[in-house]
């Protein structure tokens, strides 16, 4: 199985930008949809956006797109997830995760959080005013 580590998080103030990446080891990442979820505290974990094998299918969460936009370099074995005009309201662990079995298709509406086979251990955004 995939083991999945995200890094990029950190301390912004609003109006800033962040990139997140998502590096994969253990497996390829080209063979797996890849998406990014977030956690806001006392809320619920929900996907911001995916993206299918080639990355030439991608979802974004309607209300962040334009803001936000995911990517990935599979011949660097990572994913990203680029995060400008943050807001405070954007606060949040951020998760990256994978799933083998995932199809172009459906990549643009799985978003059920246990359809997900790998997840990673999450990077902490924090926006200020």
């Known amino acids: 199985q995939v083991q999945l580590a995200e890094s990029g998080g950190g301390l912004v103030q609003a109006g800033g930008s962040l990139r997140l990446s998502c590096a994969a080891s253990?497996?390829?990442?080209?063979?797996?949809?890849v998406g990014w979820a977030r956690q806001a505290p006392g809320k619920a974990r929900e996907f911001v956006a995916t993206?299918?094998?080639?990355?030439?299918?991608?979802w974004h969460e309607p209300t962040l797109k334009g803001r936000f936009a995911i990517s990935r370099d599979n011949a660097k074995n990572t994913a990203y997830l680029e995060m400008n005009s943050l807001q405070v309201e954007d606060t949040a662990v951020y998760y990256c995760?994978?799933?083998?079995?995932?199809?172009?298709?459906?990549?643009?509406?799985?978003?059920?959080?246990?359809?997900?086979?790998?997840w990673g251990q999450g990077t902490q955004v924090t926006v200020y005013a």
């Open positions: 995760a994978a799933d083998a079995t995932i199809s172009p298709a459906t990549v643009l509406a799985v978003r059920e959080l246990n359809r997900w086979d790998a």
């Open positions: 993206i299918s094998r080639s990355g030439t299918t991608t």
């Open positions: 253990g497996r390829t990442l080209s063979s797996y949809a």
